[in-house]
Nanobody
């Protein structure tokens, strides 16, 4: 069982930036960042295949967020720029088992982190 640990959340003013990290305890396949805001359902923010050739973003974050990964470090990142109050949420990283195939728009992942709070003040 692979463990995922997120870090990097915090409080930032609107227009600011934050960088999230998700460290995995072992090799992982496709990864994704999800978020769940107050009173909202969990939504996918960004996803990336293991090799990085497939990348998807939610329309609401395109041009502002960037997902990346370092497979040598088993770590996934989410760079968030031009943050808005509506980006306030608990952010979770998810990962698929190593060796599994990429599936566009997938919402089911094998491993999940505990979440990190991102709060954007207006």
């Amino acid at each position: 069982q692979v463990q995922l640990v997120e870090s990097g959340g915090g409080l930032v003013q609107a227009g600011g930036s934050l960088s999230l990290s998700c460290a995995a305890s072992g090799r992982i396949g496709a990864v994704a960042w999800f978020r769940q805001g107050p009173g909202k359902e969990r939504e996918s923010v960004a996803a990336m295949s293991r090799g990085g050739f497939n990348i998807e973003y939610a329309e609401s974050v395109k041009g502002r967020f960037t997902i990346s990964r370092d497979n040598n470090k088993n770590t996934v990142y989410l760079q968030m720029n031009s943050l808005k109050p509506e980006d306030t949420a608990v952010y979770y990283c998810g990962a698929r088992q190593y060796g599994s195939s990429w599936v566009s728009g997938r919402t089911q992942y094998d491993y999940w982190g505990q979440g990190t709070q991102v709060t954007v003040s207006s």
